[in-house]
Each structure stands twice: as C-alpha cells, then as structure tokens.
C-alpha cells in the first residue's frame, strides 16, 4: 500500500475530505478526523477506531494495527503500516474509522465480520 492508494482510499467515503494536522494530511468527514497519513513518517498511516475494534485488529495483525503510543492510543488512534497492509484491511479499517465518527445521519449499518 502507497501513501496515495491510502489517499484514494480514504477520500471514496462519503463526504470525505483532505485537511491538514499537525504538518501531515488527514481525512475527516462532518468536520471529524477518522484517518491520517504520514506520522510518525511516510511509512504510516493512522486510523480512528473504537478502542474494542482496535483491539480485534491488533490482535490478528500486530505488524499491521498498532495502537498510537499513550492516550490517543488507548482512545483508539491505531497505526497502520502501510508496505504491510493489504487492502481488504486497510479498506475495513477505514470503514470503521469512518463510521466511528461519521454524522449520524451519514452512517449506515456496518456488517458483522
């Protein structure tokens, strides 16, 4: 997975949008980040899941999702090694990250693996 395939991907959800934080690019949608490219170097991305799905996807990939070192961590902010991640997962995690924190309004129900 490239920096960019992860752009592409992030931005074909709905209402999704490309913004700056902290130096690096992220991806929100209804003013909220669900994704970020870039930290802590271009090798990484960042999804923002409920800390219970965070947990799931570390346990079955820990060289793919690993939780943000501290709080932002512990709230759910996972790391996502981008030469390792095919995909179908990144494409799942996304969509979890997205309808994490996504507008009511905008979400839709998410499949059970």
Do not use: C
């Not at 909220?32 to 409920?50: E, N």
């Not at 346990?59 to 095919?86: D, N």
Request: charged share 25%.
């Amino acid at each position: 997975m490239t920096p960019n395939q992860f752009r592409k991907m992030a931005l074909s959800l709905p209402e999704a949008v490309e913004s700056q934080h902290m130096g690096h690019p992220d991806f929100r949608v209804g003013g909220k980040i669900f994704a970020t490219l870039g930290y802590p170097d271009q090798k990484w991305g960042m999804v923002k899941l409920p800390p219970e799905q965070q947990a799931r996807l570390y346990e079955a990939s820990p060289e793919v999702f690993i939780p943000v070192p501290g709080v932002w961590g512990r709230r759910g902010a996972t790391r996502v090694q981008l030469k390792a991640v095919k995909a179908v997962a990144l494409r799942k995690a996304l969509d979890a990250a997205w309808q994490h924190v996504a507008p009511k309004t905008l979400r839709k129900p998410v499949p059970e693996d």
